[in-house]
């Protein structure tokens, strides 16, 4: 009988420069994943980019012509209030942004305490709450943040829910409209409580 001996094969040892090149190369991955999924969620059925910024008139906060309506972007024009009544998703001549909220979304709550902390006491009357639930579900969480003013909607039905949520999947989702009915831009998600200012300023009417 041979007494050789074969050793085990030698594992392969990963330097830290390869653990850092495969590092930064999932991090890009991730960047264009993240990238992509915003725009798949920004573009309509006709392939146009209906819902990132639509490069505003500089100096103003009005969406060039050739922006989508909110009616367009949203897929809906129109909605539900707190009477049950349809009524048009936006106010004809009055800009405003139009918070796409879930009663169920814990960031949604969390934007919220941060607008009526900023807020201070002071009325939004240009924030649309369009709950997907119902406008009723928008009532207690505008309440326990001391938030007034806002305009409460909900979707009309089921399928314009859904048309809603096809465009939006994730909540919070921010939409500024101009006073001509056009997006002018719009955030997904959660932002920082900086970034949010922005869109307080937007929500107020100025004195």
């Excluded at 330097?15 to 915003?38: D, E, Q």
């Excluded at 980019?49 to 100096?59: F, I, M, P, R, S």
């Amino acid at each position: 009988m041979s007494d050789t001996h074969t050793p085990p094969a030698a594992r392969p040892v990963i330097s830290r420069s390869t653990w850092l090149l495969a590092a930064v190369g999932l991090a890009c991955m991730l960047l264009l994943a993240n990238r992509a999924i915003a725009e798949r969620r920004s573009t309509g059925p006709d392939g146009g980019n209906l819902l990132l910024d639509h490069g505003t008139v500089a100096g103003t906060d009005t969406a060039p012509s050739q922006a989508p309506t909110a009616e367009r972007a949203l897929g809906v024009s129109r909605v539900l209030d707190l009477s049950g009544r349809k009524v048009p998703l936006l106010i004809k001549g009055e800009p405003t942004i139009i918070m796409i909220s879930s009663r169920t979304c814990s960031w949604c709550k969390r934007a919220l305490k941060d607008l009526g902390e900023m807020s201070a006491g002071r009325p939004l009357p240009r924030l649309t709450l369009l709950t997907l639930e119902s406008a009723a579900d928008g009532v207690p969480m505008v309440e326990s943040e001391q938030i007034t003013g806002a305009r409460l909607v909900g979707p009309a039905s089921a399928t314009e829910r859904s048309l809603i949520t096809g465009r939006f999947p994730g909540t919070p989702t921010f939409v500024e409209v101009d006073s001509n009915g056009r997006v002018v831009r719009t955030l997904p998600g959660y932002p920082i409580r900086d970034e949010l200012k922005h869109w307080l300023e937007k929500m107020e009417i100025k004195s």
